[in-house]
Every structure is written in structure tokens, then in C-alpha cells.
């Protein structure tokens, strides 16, 4: 894991593998939009509105796939002090919270014909929720100090208490009663999910997947690009410093 | 052919919920695309700026 954590190492695979996520999430949506929305067919219970299933339920997946990559990193970053683990924490949390506002609302327009309710508090839906939030309150965290090592160490704590979210989300419709149905294709048993609307949803699922990826990776080359500038200015702000400096000063020089 | 059109985007009754749901998420897409793009830009025309000889890096 260490061979990749190189930043001039990362800088050269990141350039190489970036084109391919590229052409992955561009021709995996679209294939994805095509199948979802032309192929796949309606439900028999829920007509034609089961096609917001092809984007809730892949931005649902991210959401929580995205945190765990975020909590993982925070938690390189703190053991082992590298900054390129917390570079990465801090790309993929607004990636994560636009997934999560993905999955409430297309989730609340589906509930409101579906349920007769655009939000109701039960356990899936308040864990998801309580991930937007946490995904909010880390970035809040992570800006709210000057020195960004400071700010991931925070930030990369609330990330790895937060960890605590994620079974709660994935086994919320096992442990309580809620309106929300249980799992039907990440289950003990597989999926019971008929195949023709399996198949789209893997396929915008892989789609949504490459487009993080390929978005987590250039803002993490962002970062750097960042962290750079502020290295520059830095220097240059020191060759600035007074020129006579006080005695005090100078004897500690 | 028109009437082929408005069937499908009637979506059986469930217009007014499906495509609102494929425009938020087309739209937060774009807007995570759009604010690393730009942001990216940004930084790097600033870094050229800062260090005008460094050999240009992609």
C-alpha cells in the first residue's frame, strides 16, 4: 500500500489511470440511463416508478461505500501520520454527502407515491440522515482549522466514531420494523431481485463507482496542487520577514 | 412517433416523481464535476503563476 502512497508515485498513476475512469463512467451511465430508463421493465406493483430505483439505490450504495473509504483513510492518516491518506479523506467527503443528498431525495420522491409519505423517521432512513450530517460535520471539522494536519487529525476522528453509522444503515431493516423494505440484492441467500432490472442496476452502479473514483483522484491531484501553493508561499513569506529582525529573534536564529 | 414520446415521458403517471429524481441526481453529478474541474483549473493556473519556470506536470 505504501508503494502507492508516494506522492510523485501517485501523481504519475493517477495521470495514467485517469482517461480510463473517465471512459468507464461515461460509457457505463450512459449505458446505465439507457438500460434503466428504456430497457429494464416497469414493476408490477410499482408501475414506472421504479425506475428512481436505478439512481437511489446506487447513490444509497456510494453513500455508505464512500464513508467507509473516507473512515479507512482517516484512520491510515492517524496511525501512520501520512498525508496522503488524509488528502484522500478530505476528496472523498463531498463526494459522499452529494451521494447521500442523491439517495434522500430521490428516495423521498419515491416514497410519495410509493408510501404516501415524502419522509417518515424510521431507522433507514434517520441512519442515512445521520450519515448526511456526519459527512457535513467532517467537512465543517476539517476547514475549521488553519493548519490542515490539524484539521484532518479532527475531522479524522469524527470519521472513524462515525464508522458506527454504517451497520447501523445496512442492518436498520433487519433490527426495527421499518417502511423502508429489507435488502434484495446484498443478502445472505443472493439477490431476489428479478435479473432484468439486476442487470441495470449493477451496470449504474459500476457507473456511479468509476465516476467517484476518477472524481476522488483528481481532486486528490488538486490537493496537492494545493498544498504546493501554499509551500511557495510559505517561502515566500519567510524571504519577506523583517530584515533586522529583534535580538530576541535573532539569537534564537 | 409523438405519441410514442408522451407515453414514455408520462412514465405510466409517475412523471412528476421519476424525472425530478433523475434531475437532482444528473444535477449533483454535475455540480461534483463541475467543482473539481474548476477548482482544479484554479489551482493549477495559480501554481503557474507562483512558479512560472517548473516544467509543466499534468
Known amino acids: ?253 | 412517433m409523438m405519441a410514442a414520446l408522451h407515453h414514455f415521458l408520462a412514465m405510466g403517471g409517475y412523471a412528476r416523481f421519476v424525472w425530478p429524481a433523475y434531475g437532482v441526481a444528473f444535477a449533483v453529478l454535475l455540480w461534483m464535476l463541475v467543482d473539481t474541474l474548476a477548482t482544479y483549473r484554479r489551482r493549477r493556473r495559480e501554481l503557474a503563476r507562483l512558479e512560472p519556470d517548473a516544467p509543466a506536470r499534468r
Open chain 1, 1 to 253: 500500500m505504501f508503494r502507492f502512497a508516494n506522492p510523485a508515485r501517485f501523481l504519475r498513476l493517477s495521470a495514467a489511470l485517469l482517461p480510463w475512469l473517465w471512459l468507464a463512467s461515461a460509457l457505463l451511465l450512459g449505458a446505465g440511463l439507457v438500460l434503466a430508463l428504456f430497457v429494464a421493465p416497469p414493476d408490477y406493483q410499482q408501475g414506472e416508478a421504479v425506475r428512481i430505483m436505478y439512481v437511489h439505490v446506487p447513490a444509497a450504495w456510494m453513500a455508505s461505500f464512500v464513508y467507509a473509504v473516507m473512515a479507512l483513510a482517516s484512520a491510515v492518516g492517524l496511525v501512520w501520520r501520512h498525508a496522503l491518506a488524509d488528502v484522500a479523506a478530505r476528496a472523498a467527503a463531498p463526494l459522499g454527502a452529494g451521494f447521500t443528498l442523491i439517495c434522500l431525495v430521490t428516495g423521498s420522491l419515491w416514497g410519495e407515491p410509493m408510501w404516501g409519505t415524502w419522509w417518515v423517521w424510521d431507522a433507514r432512513l434517520t441512519s442515512v440522515l445521520v450519515l448526511f450530517f456526519l459527512y457535513l460535520g467532517y467537512i465543517a471539522l476539517v476547514n475549521a482549522f488553519d493548519e490542515p494536519t490539524r484539521g484532518a487529525r479532527a475531522g479524522g476522528i469524527l470519521a472513524i466514531v462515525g464508522v458506527v453509522n454504517l451497520p447501523i444503515i445496512k442492518f436498520s431493516v433487519d433490527w426495527w420494523n421499518t417502511l423502508h423494505q429489507p435488502a434484495s440484492v446484498f443478502r445472505l441467500g443472493g439477490p431476489t431481485i428479478a435479473a432484468a432490472m439486476l442487470w441495470p442496476l449493477l451496470v449504474m452502479a459500476l457507473g456511479f463507482m468509476a465516476f467517484f473514483a476518477a472524481l476522488l483522484l483528481l481532486r486528490m491531484r488538486s490537493a496537492l496542487v494545493a498544498a504546493r501553493i501554499r509551500a511557495l508561499r510559505l517561502m515566500a513569506a519567510d524571504a519577506e520577514a523583517p530584515v533586522h529582525p529583534g535580538p530576541a529573534l535573532g539569537a534564537a536564529r
